[in-house]
């Protein structure tokens, strides 16, 4: 994994309240950094020396996505003047809007002594542009709120996704069997009531 940011847009549409537990739908745009890095090493475990330019290998691939999930947002505590705790689980979809690759060679070591090859002659991710430019998964956090009277909300929250669809091909005839993307994120929203 490497890190990315977010930023985006929030909704909240609090509609009901069943003795302590309040229940809301949300919904989010937001435009979200994923991607990867490629730890690049030999069979005994040491980093990698490319042949045509004597440095260690570095590969990075960074996709930007426009994400909108919507959630179920049920909360316990205080709905006004103080704090309360929450879940959030639902769908997400997101559309690719470009990538970019960082890479430190032109062409992978993939040849010649064990103590200087990769592990994995499989390179073919490298320059393969993203196929399905469409995601969808599923998304789930829990965090901590606070409101503060005249000022508004400060949410805090840590969410998992995991998506249901590949980036790549995954047919037999493909180079990969799965490529859904999965995320962590650290989120901090401010809300302002209406």
């Known amino acids: ?21 309040l229940c809301a739908i949300q919904m989010e745009a937001n ?9 690049i090493e030999t069979l005994n475990g040491k980093s990698v020396i490319n042949a045509e330019t004597g440095i260690e290998e570095k590969y990075q691939r ?14 316990w505590g205080k709905e006004n003047k103080g704090v309360n705790a929450f879940i959030n689980l639902g769908p997400q979809i997101g559309i690719s809007l470009n990538e970019k690759t ?4 032109t062409t992978p070591n993939i040849s010649g002594n064990s103590d200087e090859i990769r592990t994995s002659n499989v390179i073919a ?18 965090g901590i709120e606070v409101h503060i009277n005249h000022v508004g909300r400060f949410d805090i ?3 998992y996704y995991y998506g249901l669809g590949n980036i790549y091909g995954d ?18 929203t401010y809300l302002h009531d209406l």
């Not at 435009?31 to 730890?39: N, R, S, V």
């Not at 960082?102 to 060679?105: A, I, L, T, V």
Request: proline share 2%; hydrophobic share 30%.
């Open 102 to 105: 960082d890479k430190n060679y």
């Open 31 to 39: 435009i979200t950094q994923l991607g990867w890095t490629e730890k």
């Open 62 to 75: 960074h996709q930007t996505y426009l994400q909108i999930p919507i959630f179920a947002h049920l909360s």
């Open 125 to 142: 991710q490298e320059n393969m542009p993203i196929e399905n430019k469409f995601d969808y998964g599923i998304i789930v956090g829990g």
């Open 171 to 188: 047919s037999k005839k493909d180079y990969f069997g799965t490529s859904n993307n999965n995320t962590i994120f650290v989120k901090l």
């Open 157 to 159: 929250e840590g969410r």
């Open 1 to 21: 994994m490497h890190g990315g940011y977010s930023i985006g847009m929030t909704g909240r549409y609090t509609c009901e309240k069943y003795f302590t537990m």
